[in-house]
């Protein structure tokens, strides 16, 4: 364990921190996991464990739901301990796995485009014409949408890019202050790195490292607003279907798409799923795998080789979840 982390010191202590540093080693922080462990640390005090065993009477106290508890955030609650559960069984300990608690759906249905429908929406995009209102919009919005399906960016991180966060000489974009304050370095890849190469130099010319990446006529950034807006018009001109405020697509929606198509390439090309998904919750600045793997369930409805591939991985450790934006 990291020095800057309080130690385990439970029943389950030795086998908590091996689990902690075997996530680590494969590239994810694991913040928010340690911490809800910390808590179950704390919690089996209260029990007789022998042998590292994780009896169904630990388990089922720990998913009792508490007074004022969020579905989401009890949802969370077992998923990691089910995580550790799994650890265990493959160390030869005798543990206990639950089923999840399904929270309740949110009040948006997340949309995963079709690989021909990315492509009408960018193929849209580069039809924008040049308008003085806006004498930049015809170059900036293709590369957007293009970052949002590439990267699987929140708009909002994009929008709050400075020219000094794009660095094209490593083709890595600096996302600083993302949600809940996080920070991260994204890779591009080389194609999309051209693009944001000749993107800088036709239109920033004598911009300070300030400048804001994405900008309107007066210099100002672009507002999520102005984007979901345009969105709605680029979906008709794309063919497909707007179906309302509170049905989507959104533009939020290109970025479970750029998630959903990783998993569906990976499942295809018998990439280890259980190593990739911190890395994939890593890259997309998701502070847990929980928050990334409920996206497995989102991918199947359109891709169900990812469902086979991860429940041959885990012996169908990580049952179906309901689709929630925990964006």
């Given at each position: 364990?990291?020095?800057?982390?309080?130690?385990?010191?439970?029943?389950?202590?030795p086998?908590?921190?091996?689990f902690?540093?075997?996530k680590?080693?494969?590239?994810?922080?694991?913040?928010?996991?340690?911490?809800?462990?910390?808590?179950?640390?704390?919690?089996s005090?209260?029990?007789?464990?022998?042998?590292?065993?994780?009896t169904?009477?630990i388990?089922?106290?720990?998913?009792e739901?508490?007074?004022?508890?969020?579905?989401?955030?009890?949802?969370?609650?077992?998923?990691?301990?089910?995580?550790?559960?799994?650890?265990?069984?493959?160390?030869?300990?005798d543990?206990?796995i639950?089923?999840?608690?399904r929270?309740?759906r949110?009040?948006f249905?997340?949309?995963?485009f079709t690989?021909d429908?990315?492509k009408?929406?960018?193929?849209?995009?580069?039809?924008?014409?040049?308008?003085?209102?806006s004498?930049?919009?015809h170059?900036?919005?293709?590369?957007?949408?293009?970052?949002?399906?590439g990267?699987?960016?929140?708009?909002?991180?994009?929008?709050?890019?400075k020219?000094?966060?794009v660095?094209?000489?490593?083709?890595?974009?600096?996302?600083?202050?993302?949600?809940?304050?996080?920070?991260?370095?994204?890779?591009?890849?080389?194609?999309?790195?051209?693009?944001?190469?000749?993107?800088?130099?036709?239109?920033?010319?004598?911009?300070?490292?300030?400048?804001?990446?994405?900008?309107?006529?007066?210099?100002?950034?672009?507002?999520?607003s102005n984007?979901?807006?345009?969105?709605?018009?680029?979906?008709?001109f794309?063919?497909?279907?707007?179906?309302?405020?509170?049905?989507?697509?959104?533009?939020?929606?290109?970025?479970?798409?750029?998630?959903?198509?990783?998993?569906?390439?990976?499942?295809?090309?018998?990439?280890?799923?259980?190593?990739?998904?911190p890395?994939?919750s890593?890259?997309?600045?998701?502070?847990?795998?929980?928050?990334?793997?409920?996206?497995?369930k989102?991918?199947?409805?359109?891709?169900?080789?990812?469902?086979?591939?991860?429940?041959?991985?885990?012996?169908?450790?990580f049952?179906e979840?309901?689709?929630?934006?925990?964006?």
């Open positions: 364990m990291s020095r800057t982390y309080k130690p385990f010191s439970g029943p389950f202590a086998m908590l921190t091996e902690v540093e075997q680590r080693a494969v590239g994810c922080q694991y913040i928010a996991g340690y911490w809800m462990l910390r808590k179950f640390d704390s919690f005090i209260n029990f007789p464990v022998n042998n590292y065993n994780l169904k009477e388990v089922d106290a720990w998913g739901k508490q007074p004022n508890e969020s579905d989401v955030y009890w949802s969370n609650r077992i998923l990691y301990l089910q995580q550790f559960a799994v650890f265990l069984t493959a160390q030869g300990y543990s206990y639950s089923y999840v608690h929270p309740s949110s009040q249905k997340a949309h995963v690989h429908e990315v009408r929406i960018f193929a849209a995009a580069d039809a924008m014409e040049f308008s003085p209102c004498p930049y919009k170059l900036a919005f293709p590369l957007m949408y293009r970052m949002l399906y990267c699987g960016f929140r708009i909002s991180e994009l929008l709050n890019l020219l000094s966060d660095d094209t000489n490593k083709s890595l974009i600096h996302v600083l202050h993302a949600k809940n304050d996080t920070e991260r370095f994204v890779p591009m890849s080389e194609s999309l790195n051209q693009r944001c190469q000749a993107y800088i130099h036709a239109v920033h010319e004598g911009h300070p490292d300030s400048y804001p990446f994405f900008f309107k006529k007066d210099g100002t950034h672009y507002t999520v984007i979901e807006k345009h969105f709605r018009e680029l979906l008709w794309a063919g497909i279907s707007y179906r309302g405020q509170k049905l989507g697509p959104r533009v939020h929606d290109i970025r479970h798409t750029f998630i959903c198509h990783r998993l569906n390439s990976w499942a295809r090309e018998k990439v280890d799923l259980m190593t990739m998904l890395i994939l890593k890259y997309v600045g998701h502070t847990g795998v929980p928050s990334t793997q409920w996206y497995l989102l991918t199947a409805e359109a891709f169900p080789d990812v469902i086979e591939a991860m429940e041959a991985l885990t012996g169908q450790a049952p979840v309901e689709v929630i934006d925990y964006e």
